[in-house]
Nanobody, 120 residues
Framework: QVHLVESGGGSVQTGGSLRLSCAASGVKLSSNCVGWFRQAPGKEREGVARVNSWSGSAYYGDSVQGRFTISEDNAKNTVYLQMNSLKPEDTAMYYC?????????????WGQGTQVTVTS
């Protein structure tokens, strides 16, 4: 059974940093593609970052390009999202999910989410 568990969220001031973790069980993340998504109240879900574990390529949403970095630790079966230069508009619930390797579409496996709040 596939389980994804996010952690690392919290409250931070504008300009601060957070690192989110997505720990997996029941699936080998190094053999899959993983994405981070976020959803703020009243807004549509947005693709933030995804990594193609086969090629090592990473893709980012326009709003986070240059500020966020997705990475993998295969030994820990965990994917991270390093978030720097955070802005109030980054405030949202962040989720990790298994995704198709060439698209933002998910495969139906999601974590429960972790809240990120950026205060001005």
């Amino acid at each position: 059974q596939v389980h994804l568990v996010e952690s690392g969220g919290g409250s931070v001031q504008t300009g601060g940093s957070l690192r989110l973790s997505c720990a997996a069980s029941g699936v080998k993340l190094s053999s899959n593609c993983v994405g981070w998504f976020r959803q703020a109240p009243g807004k549509e879900r947005e693709g933030v970052a995804r990594v193609n574990s086969w090629s090592g390529s990473a893709y980012y949403g326009d709003s986070v390009q240059g500020r966020f970095t997705i990475s993998e630790d295969n030994a820990k079966n965990t994917v991270y999202l390093q978030m720097n230069s955070l802005k109030p508009e980054d405030t949202a619930m962040y989720y990790c999910a298994l995704v198709f390797c060439n698209a933002w579409s998910d495969l139906g496996y999601w974590g429960q989410g972790t809240q990120v709040t950026v205060t001005s």
